[in-house]
């Protein structure tokens, strides 16, 4: 029998795993790849991000990251700015235009994780959270 502690590890994993896939696959009918999608959603809570900060955040490469953001650009969703105290740095933006991709990807958002949430009592969820909150700070804490 698997030891509960590796056996949790890999659970958690699974299920973050899992509800990306699910998310991906509400995602398609909108025409955004996990990438671009990730990147809109690290946005609304991350405005005026510095492009190199959102690739470390993102575990993406730096020019994989321009790329996502090039076409989140043309496709009028993102914007970069220069940052003012260094100009070899860019910030980014969403765009008005972003709202309505951005409600879409909440109900999606709210579709997964009713899914994923389905049967666990309010209870339950809030200890979790507790648990996964204290996970978090003891990788955190140096």
Do not use: Y
Not at 94 to 109: D, I, Y
Request: proline share 3%; with cysteine.
């Amino acid at each position: 029998m698997e030891h509960p502690d590796r056996e949790l590890m890999f659970l958690l994993a699974d299920v973050a795993r899992m509800a990306k896939w699910d998310f991906d696959a509400r995602a398609k009918s909108l025409g955004l790849t996990r990438a671009q999608w990730s990147i809109l959603a690290r946005l609304v809570r991350c405005q005026g991000i510095q492009q190199s900060r959102l690739a470390e955040l993102l575990e993406l490469k730096a020019i994989t990251i321009a790329r996502h953001i090039d076409r989140l650009e043309q496709g009028g969703w993102v914007e970069r700015k220069p940052d003012p105290d260094d100009r070899r740095v860019w910030r980014l933006f969403l765009t008005e235009q972003a709202e309505p991709v951005l409600n879409q990807l909440r109900e999606l958002g709210a579709q997964t994780r009713a899914k994923t949430l389905a049967g666990i009592s309010e209870a339950t969820r809030h200890e979790i959270l507790n648990a996964l909150k204290s996970m978090k700070h003891n990788l955190t804490e140096s």
